[in-house]
């Protein structure tokens, strides 16, 4: 412990400033801004949320399906039975995640104004 305490004042008053000699030139030009207003932003997170939605919704009808096929083919068993219904359960939740990913949106949206 002795020796580690003044290792590290060594190493933070020592080297790291001198990480800061390193940094590179600032350019003279401004750099241009990725979005140009709140509704450039506003767009983009509405096209990820209809692509998050989309996919969820195609998920989700595929979890649908595979917990019926179970239903149909578990034949009383009750692990099956079991089994298709966490398929279920975890469907339901998909298609509520896409919706709240669609949702979400508007909340922002109607918060920013736009």
Known sequence: ???????????????????????????????????ESGADLLDMLDTIADWAFAILMGLAAIV??????QFIT?????????????????????VAVGVAAKGLVAVVRSILGG
């Open 1 to 35: 412990m002795k020796k580690i305490l003044p290792a590290f004042f060594l190493l933070t008053f020592l080297v790291f400033p001198a990480l800061a000699l390193a940094a590179p030139e600032i350019p003279d030009e401004p750099i241009e801004p990725i979005f």
């Open 74 to 94: 578990a034949q009383g068993s009750s692990e099956k039975v079991s089994s298709a219904r966490q398929w279920l359960i975890w469907a339901l939740v998909g």
């Open 64 to 69: 649908l399906i595979i917990g019926g096929i």
